[in-house]
C-alpha cells in the first residue's frame, strides 16, 4: 500500500537561511507523481511544487525546489532564503498510478516549520 | 481560476444528528475528494468520486457516506454524528487528467459535534 512520511513534526529556522524537510514514500506502482501543499494558519491548501516520478531533473518553483532521490524513495523540499511568510504546515503527498486514473492523492502527517527573525 | 466552495466555515452539531457538508466546483471538474485533517494525523482520504454517480471509498469511510447527483456538487454524509467526527474537513478537486497542476482545495469546514 502506498505510505507517504513526514518524520519532523516541527521545525525552526533563521530568516534567510535554507531548510530541507523530509518526505519518504512507499509505492509499488512506478508511475506517481509528488506534491508538496502549504498550509498556513488561515487553513487554506497552497499547491507549491510537483515531482513526477519519470521527471529526470529536481523540480523547482522559484524559492522551492525538490530533491528528489528515485532510489531512496525519498522527495525533500528545499525552500531557499526562508522568510517570515513561509511559517506554516508543510504536506507532502502522493498519487500513485499515472496521471488521469483515479489521481487519488494521500498525504503525509505533516511537518510544522516555524520561522523565525 | 478554479474555484472549491464549501458551503460551511464553522458547524457545530448534536451527537445523533444527520450532517450534511457540501462541496461545489466551478470548473467541471471530473476527480472530488473528501479529507479530515488531524493534528499529528495529517489530510485522511474519506471519499473520492471520479464522475458523477460513482464513489470509491477512501481510507477512513466509516461512518461517512457521499453523493454526486451533480458533476460540481460532492456533497459528505454523516449519517449520525459522533464525537470523535470533530474534525477540520477539506474538499478537493481535480481534472480528469491529473498531472502536475496539483488539487484545488476548498477553505475547509471546521465540525464540531457536541
Known amino acids: 500500500a502506498q505510505k507517504i512520511t513526514q518524520t519532523q513534526p516541527g521545525m525552526f529556522v533563521q530568516e534567510k537561511e535554507a531548510v530541507t524537510l523530509d518526505c519518504t514514500y512507499d509505492?509499488?506502482?512506478?508511475?506517481?507523481?509528488l506534491f508538496w501543499y502549504k498550509q498556513p494558519s488561515s487553513g487554506e491548501m497552497i499547491f507549491l511544487i510537483y515531482q513526477g516520478s519519470y521527471d529526470q531533473q529536481n523540480a523547482t518553483e522559484g524559492r522551492y525546489s525538490l530533491n528528489f532521490q528515485k532510489a531512496r524513495k525519498s522527495a525533500n523540499l528545499v525552500i531557499s532564503a526562508s522568510q517570515l511568510g513561509d511559517s506554516a504546515m508543510y504536506f507532502c503527498?502522493?498519487?500513485?498510478?499515472?496521471?488521469?486514473?483515479?489521481?487519488?492523492?494521500?498525504f503525509g502527517t505533516g511537518t510544522l516549520l516555524a520561522v523565525q527573525p | 481560476d478554479v474555484k472549491v466552495t464549501q458551503s460551511s466555515r464553522y458547524l457545530v452539531k448534536r451527537t445523533g444528528e444527520k450532517v450534511f457538508l457540501e462541496c461545489v466546483q466551478d470548473m467541471d471538474h471530473e476527480n472530488m475528494f473528501w479529507y479530515r485533517q488531524d493534528p499529528g494525523l495529517g489530510l485522511r482520504l474519506i471519499y473520492f468520486s471520479y464522475d458523477v454517480k460513482m464513489k470509491e471509498k477512501g481510507d477512513i469511510p466509516e461512518g461517512y457516506s457521499v453523493s454526486r447527483e451533480k458533476k460540481e456538487r460532492f456533497s459528505l454524509i454523516l449519517e449520525s454524528a459522533s464525537t470523535n467526527q470533530t474534525s477540520m474537513y477539506l474538499c478537493a478537486s481535480i481534472d480528469g487528467t491529473g498531472g502536475a497542476s496539483g488539487y484545488t482545495f476548498g477553505s475547509g469546514t471546521r465540525l464540531t459535534v457536541v
Open positions: 503527498a502522493m498519487r500513485e498510478g499515472r496521471s488521469g486514473a483515479t489521481n487519488k492523492l494521500i
Open positions: 509505492t509499488s506502482d512506478p508511475s506517481y507523481g
